[in-house]
T-cell receptor, first 115, second 116 residues
């Protein structure tokens, strides 16, 4: 069991480009969560997805950010037209159903740098 | 709504002395509580979790935490610090009974420094 896999580990984008972050949950996990960690801050919830469904996107910025978790393949967090303020570490976590009592397994994160 | 307050942004101890990292939470329902550790430029590792079973929870690497409902606290302790414990620690609450089902709320983090 390889755990939660995130790629790439590091991503550099110029302002205005698109960033695509991938997250493959642990085998058997059907719930995926994305979190963002700004420098010297704790993690902030962005979005909670199940297969083909967005359950809670209350932490997603209204513009330029989107997330999906298709029936097949990894979950994708997409940031369009990146700006310097998007530079952060983005962590993905997964859990099996029901999500409320199990620990959440985190990936190693993708560190996005916008130049 | 749920929230977490870690009372110390930095804690410094000497190797071999006890560690206390403080955490208070606010939750409308019976919460699940977690402590995670993050070493520099690494991912998050689960230390321990409380899910309404025993109030004293034992985790990995000698850490434990006690859930005190009356004080709304979930402090993390270790009897004897090791150099390898130097990292950032996050107290986390999950509020499964409310509208924030499955969503984790993180504290701001406490950076633990261990001196030789």
């Amino acid at each position: 069991n390889a755990g939660v896999m995130q790629n790439p580990r590091h991503l550099v984008r110029r302002r205005g480009q698109e960033a695509r972050l991938r997250c493959s949950p642990m085998k058997g996990h059907s719930h995926v969560y994305w979190y963002r960690q700004l420098p010297e801050e704790g993690l902030k919830f962005m979005v909670y997805l199940q297969k083909e469904n967005i359950i809670d996107e209350s932490g997603m910025p209204k513009e330029r950010f989107s997330a999906e978790f298709p029936k097949e393949g990894p979950s994708i967090l997409r940031i369009q037209q990146v700006v310097r303020g998007d530079s952060a570490a983005y962590f993905c976590a997964s859990s099996p159903p029901p999500a409320e009592t199990d620990g959440y397994t985190f990936g190693s994160g993708t560190r996005l740098t916008v130049v | 709504a749920q929230s977490v307050t870690q009372l110390d942004s930095h804690v410094s101890v000497s190797e071999g002395t006890p560690v206390l990292l403080r955490c208070n939470y606010s939750s409308s329902y019976s919460p699940s509580l977690f402590w995670y550790v993050q070493h520099p430029n690494k991912g998050l590792q689960l230390l321990l979790k409380y899910t309404s079973a025993a109030t004293l929870v034992k985790g990995i690497n000698g850490f434990e935490a006690e859930f005190k409902k009356s004080e709304t606290s979930f402090h993390l302790t270790k009897p004897s610090a090791h150099m390898s414990d130097a990292a950032e620690y996050f107290c986390v609450v999950s509020d499964p009974g409310g509208t924030s089902y499955g969503k984790l709320t993180f504290g701001q983090g406490t950076i633990l420094t261990v001196h030789p």
